[in-house]
């Protein structure tokens, strides 16, 4: 069988520069290749030269590009899809779905629809898993496949060929006489080791991917903390891939991509640290020097893992502190405290470690004096980077449940309110009354001022020079990664155009 598995167009519809490649996709392309078909990876954000920002503070606004392009039938990113569609000419099409870029995906399976009226599609990902109902109710949608697909994705290619039944597949979601049937969940992949790797190959327009961008890898699946606002797929439970098969995958990058950074997108890479600590071990006896970043937690790190990563190629390290104010920390149940997260913040900056802090602003009750707080403990602890997001609310988590109850969100819009509205609008039931102690234009006036202080921080000279020395090994292994952090440093300073 010939299948197509599309990423929809979403950064570069809102002008917005897209790193990496769609990691899930290329597992499931690995399964189906293994089950013996051939498969194609089309990332819209990658079918044509990456461009666009990567300066976050008009972010919101950016978003309205996205709503406009999304209902423009002719605008130039769905004619290209069309006809790479067309190429492709596949006899099974599908489509990976988040939340924010779900009104991409309806429009994706239309237009999918309207070129080749008698191929299925299915639909997966995040959105696809927390909203199954929804998802199916998109009239050109055959398929759902909820949760993980690496072992039920290879099942459904069974079913469509006719080799079993459909009520045999775990985890699919499917219409039996126009009526929707949820199949009980499979169960998760307890052999993280068994599954196929990553098929990279599998990916259309290689040429508009950096070397960087092809090093996302996982080293575990899942993680073990109650957030508040997360959707907890994997049910608390981490699962770990071995070191030999971590190290297999990098040796297969670098040979095929020239690869020597590596992003380690695990939930929270150090939960285990006698995990990390033999990787790290692993990393420095490869014939080749690499460096990688990861994502963890500010109670997860301590000096015997600092200076193991460190020594093994660790470049840098995002955290989530989420908030400078103690009551709205406490409100994210990421069970952490600020004095935990000025411990981190000295150990990663007496290390030269380049760190990136992650905040949000807007929860339910914040009030402006939380906000003010958030702005001062920046400065306080003092990141290399510092992203600030406002909240946005997702399904089936803790905070979502919250707001439906105090009546903020809506838990069931329809199919047209995703082609419509803003992604950072979504499920409000009013886009102008997102918090219950400060009203919208206020809000608005403190974003906007957030936004220009995180961004000021991170434009700062020293801020730029000290992530650029924290990344010079990456820049000695690939200097071709130098020319492109120099062209974003410049727009972060607003003089790329003096340079063309």
Same mark, same amino acid.
């Given at each position: 069988?010939?299948?197509?598995?599309?990423?929809?167009?979403?950064? =570069?519809?809102?002008?917005?520069? =897209?790193?990496?490649?769609?990691?899930?996709?290329? $597992?499931?392309?690995?399964?189906?290749?293994?089950?013996?078909?051939?498969? /194609?990876?089309?990332?819209?954000?990658?079918?044509?030269?990456? %461009?666009? =920002?990567?300066?976050?503070? /008009? %972010? $919101?606004?950016?978003? #309205? !590009?996205?709503?406009?392009?999304? !209902?423009?039938?002719?605008?130039?990113?769905?004619?290209?899809?069309? @006809?790479?569609? @067309?190429?492709? !000419?596949?006899?099974?099409?599908?489509?990976?779905?988040?939340? #924010? /870029?779900?009104?991409?995906?309806?429009?994706?399976? /239309?237009?999918?629809? %309207?070129?080749?009226? %008698?191929?299925?599609?299915?639909?997966?990902?995040?959105?696809? =898993? #927390?909203?199954?109902?929804?998802?199916?109710q998109i009239p050109e949608v055959d398929f759902v496949l909820r949760g993980e697909s690496d072992e039920s994705f290879p099942d459904l290619l069974e079913a469509i060929e006719g080799k079993r039944d459909f009520s045999q597949v775990g985890s699919l979601s499917w219409k039996n006489s126009g009526k929707i049937v949820h199949n009980p969940d499979r169960p998760f992949a307890n052999d993280l080791d068994a599954l196929p790797l990553p098929d990279r190959s599998a990916l259309l327009n290689p040429e508009n991917y950096s070397s960087e961008d092809m090093g996302i890898i996982l080293t575990s699946r899942g993680c073990p903390f109650r957030c508040s606002y997360c959707f907890h797929m994997w049910e608390k439970r981490v699962r770990y891939r071995s070191v030999a098969s971590v190290i297999e995958e990098i040796l297969e990058v670098h040979k095929a991509y020239g690869t020597t950074q590596f992003s380690i997108k695990d939930d929270s890479f150090t939960v285990k640290k006698k995990h990390v600590l033999d990787l790290c071990e692993a990393f420095k006896k490869l014939p080749f020097k690499i460096t990688f970043n990861c994502t963890t937690r500010v109670d997860l790190l301590d000096e015997e893992l600092l200076e193991a990563m460190k020594s093994a190629g660790c470049a840098q390290v995002a955290l989530g502190i989420e908030s400078g104010s103690a009551k709205i920390l406490k409100e994210t149940d990421k069970d952490i405290t600020l004095d935990q997260v000025l411990k981190a913040a000295e150990m990663l900056n007496r290390h030269r470690l380049f760190w990136t802090g992650y905040f949000m602003i807007g929860l339910p009750d914040e009030t402006e004096e939380d906000i003010g707080k958030t702005m001062k403990f920046l400065k306080k602890v003092k990141p290399f980077y510092g992203g600030l997001g406002v909240y946005n609310p997702f399904p089936r988590t803790k905070l979502f449940d919250q707001g439906v109850e105090l009546g903020l969100l809506d838990p069931k819009p329809s199919l047209e309110h995703f082609l419509t509205t803003n992604p950072k609008d979504l499920f409000f039931r009013n886009p102008k009354k997102r918090l219950l102690n400060i009203e919208f234009e206020r809000f608005n006036q403190l974003a906007e001022n957030a936004a220009k202080v995180f961004h000021q921080h991170n434009s700062n000279l020293f801020n730029l020079a000290r992530r650029g020395f924290a990344r010079r090994k990456a820049y000695m292994y690939d200097p071709s990664l130098l020319k492109r952090d120099l062209g974003k440093a410049l727009e972060f300073l607003g003089i790329s155009k003096l340079f063309g």
């Open positions: 069988m010939k299948i197509l598995l599309i990423d929809p167009p979403f950064k =570069s519809f809102a002008g917005i520069f =897209s790193l990496y490649f769609p990691l899930g996709l290329t $597992y499931v392309a690995g399964a189906a290749k293994k089950a013996g078909h051939e498969c /194609k990876i089309l990332d819209m954000d990658a079918a044509e030269a990456k %461009e666009g =920002s990567l300066d976050f503070s /008009k %972010e $919101y606004e950016s978003y #309205t !590009n996205y709503v406009s392009a999304l !209902n423009d039938a002719d605008h130039p990113t769905w004619q290209l899809m069309r @006809r790479l569609i @067309r190429q492709q !000419n596949p006899d099974l099409i599908g489509i990976t779905a988040l939340t #924010t /870029k779900f009104g991409s995906v309806i429009q994706t399976a /239309k237009f999918c629809k %309207e070129l080749l009226p %008698e191929v299925p599609i299915l639909v997966g990902g995040a959105h696809a =898993s #927390t909203m199954p109902d929804l998802t199916m």
